[in-house]
């Protein structure tokens, strides 16, 4: 659907923009020419690809002082939305052209999402449950990345992340850590909290949101239609916007995740992404998330079948509390994975379109060894009964309710 030109409206928004630019352009001026190094913390998001395409303009066009040095770490968790992914590659491309480096950060092997969950045996985090994937794809791995290349460099480092809140929440003075807020990035939040207070990190390192400020309604705006012009940069970053709905995304205003994460409760990012016709052959990731909701069903895993002792001698707060997934189910999980790659990679070879890299051979290798070597997560030993056998109920205060019907 195009969209209805409002002159008016046009102007307010091209002033809004250019005040909100000139904020990112007073925060870069007051914290960043007192650090020597800059570092950005960049997840091929919305937010996060505003913040770097827009401070490379500003620097490009003499607006902000350069650095001595600039790293772009880019956060590749495996788990990006395919048109995401291959807009990070153009975008990663462009910036090579201009001679700066871009370190792709990942997981270890073992911590990576669908290993540690099909591999390890590990439920997918919900959002009862210690949500263990940001930390473990996102933050740690990018934790790692920093803390060998300040060991490279004299002076501090500024890191710089796409953390932004709309202009409510910048007067309360709290960076939220969730990723639900005004649409927001996962794991933003965290980089701007947990990597300044890291023991490899600490006092060598300070953080900095520059689009903080930013409205969402901005955020598309410059992606879809300053950046990609030549006078800001020529960045391929139209896609990323198309990707959550283009002219349609300031309604849509999608969160920006994982594919098919568990925690969001509906896939709108991808849902938005099925609807361009030259992205539908992507429709098998639709279960993906459905695959991982299964995954979380009693009878694919295991129950402790009493009390837990733990090592200090106490019993554990939960009895009977469900646990890893079986082997059975892994396999499953693995095999369906499989089968949603290859109906996708088949239809993209036919379509001329873009493959997607959802497990690649390293680490479907590593799944079926894991397996083959009948990895438990700590704490469980594989002879616990599946979470659906039937069993009398033990409560936290001890007491026991024994099974009505055998
Ligand atoms: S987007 Fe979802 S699955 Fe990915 S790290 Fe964040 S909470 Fe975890």
Same mark, same amino acid.
């Given at each position: 659907m195009s969209r209805q030109i409002d002159i008016f409206a046009e102007g307010a928004q091209r002033l809004q923009m250019t005040e909100s630019i000139e904020l990112t352009i007073q925060s870069l001026q007051a914290y960043g020419e007192s650090h020597d190094h800059w570092a950005i913390a960049w997840s091929g998001g919305k937010d996060s690809s505003s913040t770097l395409t827009l401070i490379m303009w500003l620097i490009d066009s003499g607006k902000v002082k350069a650095p001595k040095s600039l790293t772009v770490f880019y956060a590749d968790?495996?788990? =990006?939305?395919?048109p995401l992914a291959i807009a990070a590659k153009q975008i990663m491309d462009e910036l090579e052209e201009r001679g700066i480096h871009v370190e792709v950060v990942t997981a270890p092997l073992d911590k990576r999402f669908m290993v540690y969950i099909l591999g390890r045996g590990v439920p997918p985090p919900n959002n009862n449950t210690l949500r263990w994937c940001t930390r473990q794809i996102k933050i740690d791995p990018m934790q790692a990345a920093l803390e060998q290349r300040l060991a490279e460099l004299d002076g501090n480092v500024l890191m710089i992340t796409g953390v932004r809140q709309g202009e409510s929440a910048i007067r309360d003075k709290r960076i939220e850590m969730s990723c639900g807020k005004d649409g927001a990035e996962c794991g933003q939040g965290w980089y701007q909290k947990v990597l300044p207070?890291?023991?490899?990190?600490k006092g060598r390192l300070a953080t900095l949101a520059p689009l903080l400020h930013w409205r969402?309604?901005?955020?598309?705006?410059?992606l879809k239609h300053w950046a990609?012009?030549? =006078?800001?940069?020529?960045?391929s970053t139209?896609?990323?916007?198309?990707?959550?709905?283009?002219? =349609?995304?300031?309604e849509v205003n999608a969160r920006t995740g994982c594919t098919g994460c568990p925690l969001a409760s509906k896939d709108t990012a991808l849902d938005t992404i099925l609807l361009n016709p030259s992205w539908t052959y992507l429709a098998p990731l639709k279960g993906?998330?459905?695959?991982w909701r299964e995954l979380r069903e009693p009878h694919n895993r295991l129950r402790k079948a009493g009390y837990e002792y733990l090592k200090d001698g106490s019993t554990a707060a939960n009895p009977q509390r469900m646990g890893p997934i079986t082997f059975e189910a892994r396999l499953m999980g693995l095999e369906r994975i499989l089968n949603i790659q290859k109906e996708i990679n088949d239809a993209a070879d036919r379509l001329g379109r873009p493959r997607v890299d959802l497990i690649n051979a390293e680490e479907e290798t590593r799944i079926? =060894?894991?397996i083959a070597a009948e990895t438990w997560p700590q704490g469980w030993d594989g002879d616990e009964p599946t979470a659906d056998t039937p069993m009398d109920q033990i409560n936290a205060d001890g007491s026991v309710q024994p099974l009505l019907f055998v």
């Open positions: 968790t495996r788990q =990006e939305l395919p207070e890291s023991k490899g990190l969402v309604c901005h955020v598309w705006e410059w990609p012009l030549v =006078e800001f940069g020529d960045w139209a896609t990323i916007a198309d990707a959550y709905g283009g002219d =349609e995304a300031e993906i998330k459905q695959l079926r =060894e894991l």
